[in-house]
């Protein structure tokens, strides 16, 4: 059964980094594009990072450019999502998602910054 | 960055029809049109519907969506259309494209259907 992982969430204080990982199962993990969608509290959805299957595309949004950086490791069928200078307003859920037709999500890992 | 138009909240009568739709503009659903996706509370979203060139033979909806869901587009708006109304059909519905102009993927801001 094809499975998505995340972990790596918490609390965390202003300014300080946090690593995520999201672990895959059940399919050919490299042979697909990977991606970090975020939802805040009681809001939607948002997409946040992505990269290709070789990491030859990667992509962020404009509200985590310069401070998040997005890698994967084919080998251990990994995805990683490091954050640096985190502010309040990146507290949210983490999903990470399969594809660019996102067809496969996993359970999310919450991530909370406040001091 | 560019985000999509969806109307905040649709309200229809069990067994009813819902039109749900997707507003955008030529960089984005214009470009290759939108997927859909439904989350209910507490749960993280799940594919309904296929964007345009995401479609394995053909086929717009994943395995195991209900026939229920259909998707179509016209210019630069995209549109879920739920037939059937069901209990469990009670859900957030958001749409995803990929912009071009930004280089990166839109989510619309989300509708919430309710089922009375």
């Given at each position: 059964e094809v499975h998505l992982v995340e972990s790596g969430g918490g609390l965390v204080q202003p300014g300080r980094s946090l690593r995520l990982s999201c672990a895959a199962s059940?399919?050919?993990?490299?042979n697909h594009a990977m991606h970090w969608v975020r939802q805040a509290p009681g809001k939607g959805l948002e997409w946040v990072s992505g990269l290709s299957w070789n990491s030859g595309s990667i992509g962020y949004a404009d509200s985590v450019k310069g401070r998040f950086t997005v890698s994967r490791d084919n080998a251990k069928n990994s995805l990683y999502l490091q954050m640096n200078?985190?502010?309040?307003?990146?507290t949210a859920l983490y999903y990470c998602a399969r594809d660019d037709a996102f067809d496969i999500w996993g359970q999310g890992t919450v991530v909370t910054v406040s001091s | 960055q560019a985000g999509l138009t969806q109307p905040p909240s649709v309200s229809k009568d069990l067994r009813q029809t819902a039109t749900l739709t997707c507003t955008g503009n030529t960089n984005n659903v214009g470009f290759r049109g939108v997927a859909w996706l439904q989350q209910h509370q507490g749960h993280p979203p799940k594919l309904l519907s296929y964007r345009d060139n995401n479609r394995p033979s053909g086929v717009?909806?994943?395995?195991?969506?209900?026939?229920?869901f259909s998707a179509s587009r016209s210019g630069n708006t995209a549109s879920l259309t739920i037939t059937?109304?069901?209990?469990?059909?009670?859900a957030d519905y958001y749409c995803l494209a990929w912009d071009t102009s930004h280089s990166a993927w839109v989510f619309g801001g989300g509708t919430k259907l309710n089922v009375l």
């Open positions: 059940g399919f050919s993990f490299a200078s985190l502010r309040p307003e990146d | 717009n909806r994943p395995s195991g969506v209900s026939e229920r059937g109304l069901q209990p469990e059909d009670e």
